[in-house]
């Protein structure tokens, strides 16, 4: 295994730097909170985003897809949370395309990949019931009725859910709440009778939403892979979803740590610059170490999924706990090296600690993570 | 096959003929020199048939006895080493510390020299860089090189110098020229031990043992050939040297960091278990204990995986300022990592001597101890976040 990208991959990522820097800077991200953008995102930068084939990147390529693997993307993902850009990426490119490639038959594959992966067709993950992940907290009722399943329940928490055309819904067939089996994923159209999508605000301007069921009728033809069956592609697509967040918010912290270090080098008190204080090098160092140790951590763990690598799930654990630590860290610690200055709106330093706390929770707080390794590794 | 591939397979062949049935098992390292002490016959076949190859440092030129391996090359050998539990032929501060600065600055006869009695095991080497009053601020040191004739006669003291009381040989930093500015008037000396001016006394540690002495050197006398590199530059190598030693001491943190190939479980929660108990869930009992070491074992992975990949971007260019990311976090990790175990292990670890502790107890006991000075020794941690400061992130001085 090899921590470092390949040449296509580092291409990937200087593209993307580029593109983003130049087309969907902060300033982009701005203001589109400003001007309560009703989309969330933007339309016309999602398309190039797709032009550049970054929609593709997990799609086959007989579906029209550059199979690129998560080191690509996660490179891309990156230089997205350096900018803090809203896109479906994660919720589409990342997750969608996941359950498809993972779960769909032949003809959903056929259906929803190759407009997915062109950016036509968008993808929402509809799975929390409360405000803290929990996987297998899973009480919407899907109930058999003939070739039918009616569906009642709420969800909460569903990144990009108000914007995309097709929600992915994990919602039980059979068993109690908790259980891991009888959890059955539908894709079901965001027009269907019976939704209602109503969008959330969150501290973090990114799109969010609750979802409302209410005798929502699907056809058989619209579950993902088998019924009662889903949880383990749940489990696999969290896995990615983990470990491509955390290359997001790895990107994130990059941007607020080097933010800071310039402020260092440049606000001057007591005649001196206060970089040159020991108390803010000490903690500049710290966080620097702990951000090395956060891009091996999430280097290895796009390689896991790449590799198919047996300790994947231990893998996303790590990703996930380290990338959502350092954040929390940098994030804080920028605030507080930046004064006064900091806690203004109008500077852009707050937007990364905003983004940390929705980031951390999505998918599994670190200390979540450190639950879940803790088992994983028997103890 | 790929030239990797036959290496790998000869390599594996090798081991398997030459590598001694006890030095497969775990136990103490070989130290070597003049008059060398082994605790098993093993060890002294282990050593010969490996400093033979060379690979006792495997990555060093073969024209000075070295393996003469590449970077993947000896990854090959280190995994195929541990695979059968092989432990290494020899430690030294000549390998880890001494060797690679002499490969870089030396001449050629000063290589051919003492490189040769590096990787066989010759000499055992200590480091002569401390003095009572040049710590941290190590360039202000004061022991003192005059040439008289065709010698440099040394007087001044030294201390911290680890196994000085076993030594054949210490590498030294010698002030040769003017005081300021301080970094200039400094050279890197190499002296024999066994002679008259040169006196020794062990220092006992909070651990009860006495790894390290102070040193006096007494009108000590050392041939002008073994001064290392130019006159007065000695400063420029001995901060080389110390990213060595610092690239070398970051790997005690990855201690409890298994890499999942045999047990899932670290070493450090199978210790947690076997004292905390585990409950119904096979899971450690006191949750509090188990959340901090899934959390330290998060870190170690983190850390182990920052060092392969620290390996990777450098390949053979050796270690750079980041070592002083590694061995601040490195000697951060350990130290946190034995305050567990005593943790887990209640009173059990608080043991100095006799019943009812059991060996391996009073061991932890005493390696607890000895982590303390991880974070001092080579360069202190509060000294590593100022290299990171102001070599990696370029932070201004005041
Ligand atoms: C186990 C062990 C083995 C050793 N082996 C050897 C050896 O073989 N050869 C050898 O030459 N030396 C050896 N040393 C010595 C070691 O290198 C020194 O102890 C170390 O460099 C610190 O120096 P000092 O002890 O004088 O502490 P000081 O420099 O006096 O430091 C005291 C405290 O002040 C802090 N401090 C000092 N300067 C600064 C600063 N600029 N900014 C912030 N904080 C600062 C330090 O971090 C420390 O906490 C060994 C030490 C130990 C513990």
Known sequence: MSLLLNEEQQFLKDTAKEFLQKNAPISHFRDLRDSKDENGYSKEIWKKMAELGWAGILVSEKYGGSEFGMMGLGGILEETGRTLVPSPLFSTALIGVSFLELAGTENQKNEYLPKMASGDLTTAFALEEGPRHSPVNVSTQAKRKGKDYIINGHKTFVLDGHSADVLIVAARTSGETHDEGGITLFLIDKNTNGLNIERTHMVDSRNSSEIYFKDVVVNEGSILGAPDTGYPVIEEVLERAQIGLSSEMLGSALEAFERTLEYLKERKQFGSVIGSFQALQHRAAIMFTELELTKSAVVGALNAVDENSNDRARFASLAKFKAGETLHLVSNEAVQMHGGIGVTDEFDIGFFLKRSRVAEQIFGSSDYHIDRYATLSEY | ?398
Not at chain 2, 40 to 45: F, K, N
Not at chain 2, 116 to 142: M, T
Not at chain 2, 212 to 240: D, S
């Open chain 2, 1 to 398: 096959m790929s030239d990797l591939q036959t290496f790998r397979e000869e390599t594996r062949d090798w081991l398997e003929t030459n590598c001694p049935p006890e030095m497969r098992k775990p136990g103490d390292i070989c130290w070597g020199g003049r008059n060398p002490s082994f605790s098993h016959p093993d060890q002294e076949i282990w050593l010969e048939k490996m400093g033979d190859k060379g690979w006792t440092c495997p990555t060093w030129p073969k024209e000075y006895g070295g393996g003469g391996l590449s970077y993947e090359e000896n990854k090959i050998l280190q995994e195929e080493m541990s695979a059968i539990g092989a432990r290494s032929a020899l430690g030294s501060f000549g390998i880890w510390m001494l060797g690679p600065a002499l490969l870089e600055f030396a001449s050629h006869e000063q290589k051919l020299e003492h490189i040769p009695n590096i990787v066989k095991g010759k000499i055992w080497w200590c480091q002569g860089y401390s003095e009572p009053g040049s710590g941290s601020d190590l360039a202000s040191l004061s022991t003192k090189a005059v040439l008289e004739g065709d010698e440099y006669v040394v007087n001044g003291q030294k201390i911290w110098t680890s196994n000085a009381n076993y030594a054949d040989m210490i590498f030294c930093l010698v002030r040769t020229g003017p005081q300021d500015p301080k970094h200039e008037g400094i050279s890197f000396l190499l002296i024999d031990m066994d002679q008259p001016g040169v006196e020794v006394k062990p220092i006992k540690l909070i651990s009860g043992k006495s790894p390290f002495c102070e040193t006096f050197f007494t009108n000590a006398k050392a041939p002008k050939e073994n001064l290392i590199g130019t006159l007065n530059e000695g400063w420029t190598i001995a901060k080389r040297l110390l990213q060595h030693e610092r690239s070398m001491i970051s790997g005690m943190g990855l201690g409890s960091g298994n890499s999942g190939q045999k047990s899932k479980t670290s070493a450090l929660a199978q210790l947690g278990k076997k004292y905390a108990g585990s409950n119904k869930e096979n899971k450690l009992s006191d949750s509090i204990l188990r959340t901090k070491i899934a959390k330290h074992d998060l870190n170690s992975r983190a850390f182990g995986l920052t060092l392969q990949r620290m390996g990777e971007e450098m390949k053979s260019g050796g270690p750079s300022a980041t070592a002083s990311i590694s061995k601040y976090y490195g000697t951060e990790q350990n130290k946190s990592r034995y305050e567990l175990m005593l943790e887990a292990m209640g009173t059990n670890a608080l043991g100095w001597e006799g019943e009812p502790f059991s060996a391996e107890e009073l061991a932890i006991t005493r390696d607890w101890l000895r982590t303390k000075g991880n974070s001092i020794e080579g360069g202190t941690s509060e000294v590593q976040l100022n290299v990171i400061s102001k070599r990696v992130l370029n932070l201004p001085d005041k």
